[in-house]
T-cell receptor
Framework: GENVEQHPSTLSVQEGDSAVIKCTYS??????FPWYKQELGKRPQLIID?????GEKKDQRIAVTLNKTAKHFSLHITETQPEDSAVYFC???????????FGKGTTLSVSS | DTGVSQDPRHKITKRGQNVTFRCDPISEHNRLYWYRQTLGQGPEFLTY????????KSRLLSDRFSAERPKGSFSTLEIQRTEQGDSAMYLC????????????FGQGTRLTVV
């Protein structure tokens, strides 16, 4: 079945720096790649997503890139702020295309 | 409509007891998912409904787990003969239309088996 690997598991940056989180997926049929942010004690919330027919997408300080050949995608956060501190999960559609398979998460800490 | 709601928010049960959780998806969302999340891990897919039909179940879902979505509206997840390893956050999510659209998560039900 689909497997999603996410790195690093923890990431500490200074306010204003950039943060990059990388994910790889195993099933070449995957066609949808969302990123979720989960703050402590709260529900996961979508922050950005990308579909397989697009190589890059940007929304203000957040961007996602997709390399279908290498089967990896990355989240880029620029000009980080303390409120960006949270756990970030990448996900990819499973082989059947019926559900999302999540990575294990990256705990991002932004210190001021 | 304030989003996906789950009930209860917390459940403590003794090992061997049965528990049932409820999920109310966003109105008109035809897709509904159940996930399980343990500390330090990502959400783990359990099962998927399209309208009232349960179309996929994870291999992780043992025979003690059953889910329903009567009439394609709310859904219930029942765990029979609970074990300590069932302790986790159970998340419900819903989406509308195709699979590659945003899935909205509920706040989850935290289950503790003692």
């Amino acid at each position: 079945g689909e497997n999603v690997e996410q790195h690093p598991s923890t990431l500490s940056v200074q306010e204003g720096d950039s943060a990059v989180i990388k994910c790889t997926y195993s099933d070449s049929a995957s066609n949808y790649f969302p990123w979720y942010k989960q703050e402590l004690g709260k529900r996961p919330q979508l922050i950005i997503d990308i579909r397989s027919n697009v190589g890059e997408k940007k929304d203000q300080r957040i961007a996602v890139t997709l390399n279908k050949t290498a089967k990896h995608f990355s989240l880029h956060i620029t000009e980080t702020q303390p409120e960006d501190s949270a756990v970030y999960f990448c996900a990819a559609t499973n082989q059947a295309g019926t559900a999302l398979i999540f990575g294990k998460g990256t705990t991002l800490s932004v210190s001021s | 409509d304030t989003g996906v709601s789950q009930d209860p928010r917390h459940k403590i049960t003794k090992r061997g007891q049965n528990v049932t959780f409820r999920c109310d998806p966003i109105s008109e969302h035809n897709r509904l998912y159940w996930y399980r999340q343990t500390l330090g891990q990502g959400p783990e897919f359990l099962t998927y409904f399209q309208n009232e039909a349960q179309l996929e179940k994870s291999r992780l879902l043992s025979d003690r787990f059953s889910a329903e979505r009567p009439k394609g509206s709310f859904s219930t997840l029942e765990i029979q003969r609970t074990e300590q390893g069932d302790s986790a956050m159970y998340l419900c999510a819903s989406s509308f239309g195709r699979v590659n659209t945003e899935a909205f998560f509920g706040q989850g039900t935290r289950l503790t088996v003692v």
